[in-house]
């Protein structure tokens, strides 16, 4: 039949469509319902459609300050991560030293190891140390956990990197800062900016971790689930959706620049 045909020529393309719209469905109905007025506490059910959240998105005492703190996490958790991540790539690519093999193996522990394990383990040291949990205790957690995701995304790049081109650029007299700058830091940058947005995602979402080491620190992800055991209020379905147009309208960013730039090569 003409239709089983068809199916079968497009199978590949109707799976990866039907993969999508399941992983979209949750955000979607996390902005529809971003509209709605719930008649009690809890905004699960329609009701009808109202846009008072989207004109008072604070509007929940604490709301906008748990984001506000969440944000500045994964910034810096981002930051630290992405440095740190960046050179033990490098290190581990370029340079041959003791233990490197253990070193690369023990890279994907975090990555592998279950999140409460790791929270259970970094609560520990910080007990240990008698640090006093807080913002500084939850960064430090969020880089170590980020880390690793960090380094193997650079690192995948970098061994795809042809040395051929920095050989060049040093025949041409450049020196090693003047080499790193202008030739292996821009063909490094892809892998490197998506560690760094990778690190954002886990950095801003993360709970478990984030739960077991914040003592009196309370960040959005953590202001959602409390919330949850009282009600949930739509402004938070506002902060979700929000967040999810701007994640989008950042990677669309980003290819329509490469793609522009790949054009503008071709031209040349």
Known sequence: MPVLRWIRRNLVVLAGLLTLAYMILPNAVVMVFSFNKPNGRFNYAWQRFSLDAWKDPCGVADLCG???????????????????????????????????????????????????????????????????LGFWTVLIAHIMFCLSFVVTAVKARVMSMDPRLEEAARDL???????????????????IAAGALLAFALSFDDFIITNFNAGSTVTFPMFVWGSAQRGTPVQINVIGTAMFVIAVAVVLAGQLVSNRRKSNAGKQ
């Open 66 to 132: 748990s984001l506000s703190l969440s944000l500045r996490i994964a910034v810096w958790a981002t930051a630290g991560a992405t440095v740190l991540g960046t050179m033990i790539a490098f290190a581990l690519v370029r340079y041959r030293f003791r233990a490197r093999g253990a070193v690369n193996s023990l890279i994907f522990l975090p990555m592998a190891m279950p999140e409460v394990v790791m929270a259970a383990s970094l609560l520990t040291l910080f007990l240990n140390l008698g640090a006093r």
């Open 173 to 191: 007299y450049a020196g090693p800062v003047q080499t790193f700058v202008r030739v292996t830091l821009p063909i490094a940058a892809p892998g």
